[in-house]
C-alpha cells in the first residue's frame, strides 16, 4: 500500500494482488483470534492448526494473482530463467530476504521459547491449585 | 532517477522503513521481555532457555 502511492498514485486499489494480500491478512488474524479462544490447549491448537490448512491456498492465489488476473499490478518479475530486474536490485532484493530470513529465524526461536514458558507456567498454576485443595481436604 | 522524483519518494520509503523495522523491533522486544519475565516463575530446571 505504502508503495502504491508513489508508483500508481493511489494508497490503494481493488487489485488482484492487494486484495489477495489483504484476504490472506484476515485470514492471519482469524488464525491468531482461533489460537486465542478460551479453550483446552489441546482443541485451541487442533482448531488453529486448521485454520492454518485453509491459508494454504489463499498463499497460492497470493502468488499467482498477478498471473491469473491482469490488473494494475504487474506479473511476476522473478522467475526461473526469466527476471526481469537489473543485477544491484536483485542483489539488494536478496541481502533484504536473507537478512529477513534470519530475523525471522531467530524471532521464531524466541516465540517457541515464549510459548513454552507459557505452558510451563500454566501447569505450574494448576500443580498449585491441586496442592492447595489437597491441603484444605486434609485439614478439614 | 531525477531529484524531483527522488524527492518526492523518499518519504515513503522512509516511512516504510520506519514501520517494518520498527516494528520487527517493537515485537522482538516484547517477546524478549516477556520470556524473561516468566523465566522467573518456572523453577530453574524447567528453564529450557536462561
Known sequence: MLWGRPTWGVFWVWDARLTSTAMLLLLLLGYLAVRHLDADRSVRSKRAAIVGLLLVPNVIIVRESVNWWR????????????????????????????????????????????????????DEGLDLAIAERRAEGAVS | MTLAALTATWPYVAAAWVIVLGGIGVYALVTVMRGRRLSRRVPPEKRRWS
Open chain 1, 71 to 122: 490488473t494494475l499490478h504487474q506479473t511476476a518479475t522473478i522467475s526461473l530463467g526469466d527476471t526481469k530486474l537489473d543485477g544491484l536490485m536483485l542483489f539488494s532484493l536478496f541481502t533484504g530476504f536473507v537478512s529477513l530470513l534470519l530475523v525471522f529465524i531467530w524471532l521464531m526461536i524466541h516465540r517457541f521459547r515464549l510459548a513454552w514458558l507459557e505452558e510451563q507456567v500454566e
